[in-house]
T-cell receptor, first 115, second 113 residues
Framework: EAGVVQSPRYKIIEKKQPVAFWCNPISGHNTLYWYLQNLGQGPELLIRYENEEAVDDSQLPKDRFSAERLKGVDSTLKIQPAELGDSAVYLC?????????????FGPGTRLTVT | DAKTTQPPSMDCAEGRAANLPCNHSTISGNEYVYWYRQIHSQGPQYIIHGLKNNETNEMASLIITEDRKSSTLILPHATLRDTAVYYCIVSRLDFFGNEKLTFGTGTRLTIIP
């Protein structure tokens, strides 16, 4: 069974440029998460989807970050414009249900460098 | 929110049991204890979780104290591939009533040949 797929794996952009990350969850997983991981820190939740609905986006900086999950499968996370402080690893995860009942499966992440 | 406290780093000899402690003294009755690990340049990987009883799977054992204020993850026969950052997480309900995993900084476990 294929795991969570993310692309690109690495991205280098100049500040003020837009960037987008793509995630394909495990087939059949209705819950999708986007996390941000700074160097030396644990992942921090940005947004969580139940099917196509964003049920928790309280930690998403909405002035520059946006996300969508069309048709409740793939998801895209966008930053526009990027800032130097956005340099981090962006992780996507999926699960079959609420985290209390099912484990989360993580992708390899996209490492973003903003120069 | 229930928070966890873990030692920042630990070493363990290859082939020995690795015992990783975690304190979660403010855990509430309906919160689970989860363990994930993250090998360098990979996403976190689920290991095990439990509520009250001790749990065992093919990867590890989880021992939770009777008062649930602390737990220990046991890797019975550590190998070099177990070198990773190990996260102890207590799941909680967020404002919207959904469960959320809040990662801390974890324990960096190094397996020594």
């Amino acid at each position: 069974e294929a795991g969570v797929v993310q692309s690109p794996r690495y991205k280098i952009i100049e500040k003020k440029q837009p960037v987008a990350f793509w995630c394909n969850p495990i087939s059949g997983h209705n819950t999708l998460y986007w996390y941000l991981q700074n160097l030396g820190q644990g992942p921090e939740l940005l947004i969580r989807y139940e099917n196509e609905e964003a049920v928790d986006d309280s930690q998403l900086p909405k002035d520059r970050f946006s996300a969508e999950r069309l048709k409740g499968v793939d998801s895209t996370l966008k930053i526009q414009p990027a800032e130097l402080g956005d340099s981090a690893v962006y992780l996507c995860a999926s699960s079959q249900g609420l985290a209390g009942d099912y484990e989360q499966y993580f992708g390899p992440g996209t490492r973003l460098t903003v120069t | 929110d229930a928070k966890t406290t873990q030692p920042p780093s630990m070493d363990c000899a290859e082939g020995r049991a690795a015992n990783l402690p975690c304190n979660h003294s403010t855990i509430s009755g309906n919160e689970y204890v989860y363990w994930y690990r993250q090998i360098h340049s990979q996403g976190p990987q689920y290991i095990i979780h439990g509520l009250k009883n001790n749990e065992t799977n093919e990867m590890a054992s989880l021992i939770i104290t009777e008062d649930r204020k602390s737990s220990t993850l046991i890797l019975p026969h550590a190998t070099l591939r177990d070198t990773a950052v190990y996260y102890c997480i207590v799941s909680r309900l967020d404002f919207f009533g959904n469960e959320k995993l809040t990662f801390g900084t974890g324990t960096r476990l190094t397996i020594i040949p």
